[in-house]
């Protein structure tokens, strides 16, 4: 590929299409990623939504840098809470390996932003109309998008939560049947929210008559979300944290989120050991990265990153990422989530909102201990790689606490040694969770060995989604997406003047 090439990697075909589609059009890389991140509500519907929180990481041709920052604030202006008990209970998943409960239902959603996060970054950096941008995403909302093998699978261990209310059922059924592999999936009410969309931009869902409607709805059920935290929501525009490593300029998530941070102290300790000098499988490789895990964790739980935030409450649960570079060099990395979902859907709108405020890393003090307005943390990494004032790599990762290990060991294989973006990021993982290494299949006897000598470990079955699911580009080499999260790549080259 020439430097010409426009490269999209993220957890969906139909994403990554999207935005190449919107280059071809003439559109950049921010009117590619907004129009994925469009598009991925409706492919990816149990990783992300309109209802949820998220980062965007832009780096332009001529060298602008900045976060965007439109995760979910807490919610409840406006009202007391210490009047109210929240609707709000435990779910439990049914996981391979074991069960976990989720907290859902009214109480559980936060104040969402990727909504106005999306089209504040469209209306500041994009070049194409917003009906242009929001053409796909009406058309597979109206249309439909078959369900691949891995969405299918997470449609169907969320079932509780997707079909909750009758708005959910309807939504996740067809003729009362619920959603399966090779299914079509419908939102005609998304279909025409966006379509009005193009009109009203996001007047009616943070000011006007559907904000009035959510509010009822929530003072009618036991919410928290108000209208007042609705409107009173801004998109907050930070520096990025930057740090060099092996000469390159690294940016990623500042705080109050902190994943970045802990990205960035672990890639001061890798400097310390000669990786470029050993393979990406070597004992030597595994041994530098499991080591500084365990340092990162240590130093994290005692007195480290999270401790330093203590008033951020912090979201780490399910995510995915896209990841875009256009011909011109403008750079974007965009990681969103909706939480595993409230269950409870707007009215007219095909939009689920977030549970974020019943996640238990998010409330150390107790559930709905925090007053209205705070922003909420997270380990969101969305982060580029500069070479030579230069963008040579943009990345990030969906999968909680594994979102910092994943993008660590990725970046790692690609940089220290050389490897193609897609077999680095297919490359079995590891990841130190406190009390015992999680080990991918896949690693030598000897790598595995080494491992042992560090601490207690298990060994997956299987790669599987637990170990992120990392979407990284190489502008004008390749992408790599992540096969655990259904990923895809795409690039376009075009033709030079």
Same mark, same amino acid.
């Given at each position: ?5 426009? /490269? ?10 999207? +935005? ?15 129009? =994925? ?70 109480? *559980? ?27 796909? +995403?009406?058309? +597979? ?41 090779? @299914? ?10 966006? *379509? ?12 006007? +008559? ?35 490593? &092996? ?7 500042? #705080? ?17 050991? @000669? ?6 499988? *070597?004992?030597?490789?595994?041994? =530098? ?23 951020? &409450? ?45 996640? @238990? ?10 007053? #209205?307005?705070?922003?909420? *943390? ?25 979102? &910092? ?9 690609? /940089? ?12 079995? &993982? ?57 990923? =895809? ?9």
């Amino acid at each position: 590929m020439n430097d010409r090439s426009a /490269i999209v990697a993220s957890g969906d075909p139909l994403t990554s299409d999207t +935005a190449i589609q919107i280059m071809k059009q003439g559109g950049n890389a921010y009117d590619a990623i907004i129009a =994925a991140g469009f598009v991925s509500v409706i492919a990816e519907p149990t990783l992300t939504s309109l209802g949820g929180g998220g980062f965007l990481l832009a780096r332009t041709a001529d060298g602008y840098a900045k976060i965007f920052d439109f995760f979910s604030n807490t919610p409840g202006k406006g009202h007391s809470a210490e009047a109210l008990e929240p609707h709000f209970f435990p779910v439990t998943i049914h996981f391979a390996n074991s069960d976990q409960d989720f907290n859902i239902g009214l109480g *559980s959603i936060a104040v969402p932003g990727n909504l106005k996060g999306f089209l504040h970054v469209h209306k500041k950096l994009g070049l194409l109309p917003l009906k242009e941008v929001l053409a796909p +995403a009406i058309d +597979a909302a109206r249309s439909g998008v078959r369900l691949g093998r891995d969405q299918a699978d997470f449609i169907k261990l969320l079932k509780p939560i997707m079909t909750l209310t009758e708005r959910g059922t309807q939504l996740y059924s067809q003729d009362g049947e619920y959603f399966t592999y090779g @299914d079509i999936l419908r939102n005609p009410d998304l279909a025409n929210f966006l *379509s009005e969309l193009c009109h009203d931009e996001e007047h009616s869902f943070y000011h006007g +008559a559907l904000a009035d409607r959510i509010e009822q709805e929530m003072q009618n059920g036991q919410g928290l979300l108000t209208k007042e935290d609705l409107e009173s929501y801004q998109v907050i525009e930070r520096e990025p944290l930057a740090t060099l490593y &092996r000469g390159r300029r690294f940016l990623t998530n500042p #705080p109050p989120s902190f994943g970045g941070a802990l990205i960035i102290d672990a890639l001061h300790y890798l400097e310390t050991y @000669d990786l470029p000098t050993v393979g990406p499988f *070597s004992p030597e490789f595994i041994h =530098a990265h499991a080591a500084v895990m365990m340092e990162i964790e240590n130093s994290r739980i005692h007195g480290g990153q999270e401790n330093k935030t203590p008033k951020a &409450r912090v979201f780490t649960r399910g995510t995915t990422h896209i990841s875009v570079i256009d011909r011109e060099g403008n750079a974007a990395a965009m990681t969103t989530s909706n939480g595993e979902g409230s269950g409870y859907i707007i009215p007219d709108s095909g939009i689920m909102l977030n549970n974020m405020m019943g996640e @238990d890393d998010l409330h150390p003090e107790g559930f709905h201990s925090a007053p #209205p307005g705070e922003r909420v *943390s997270s380990m969101m990494s969305p982060s580029l790689l500069l070479e030579n004032n230069e963008v040579a790599l943009v990345i990030g990762s969906g999968g909680s606490k594994r979102i &910092r290990t994943a993008i660590t060991q990725v970046l790692s294989r690609i /940089i220290d040694c050389g490897m193609e973006a897609q077999e680095a990021v297919e490359s079995p &993982r590891i990841h130190w969770d406190g009390e015992v290494f999680q080990v991918e299949p896949g690693l030598s006897d000897n790598a595995v060995e080494v491992i042992a000598q560090s601490g207690p470990l298990k060994l997956a079955a299987v790669k599987n989604v637990y170990f992120g699911g990392v979407h990284t580009v190489v502008p004008g080499k390749s992408g790599g997406a992540d096969p655990r999260r259904g990923g =895809a790549v795409r690039s376009y080259s075009f033709a030079k003047p």
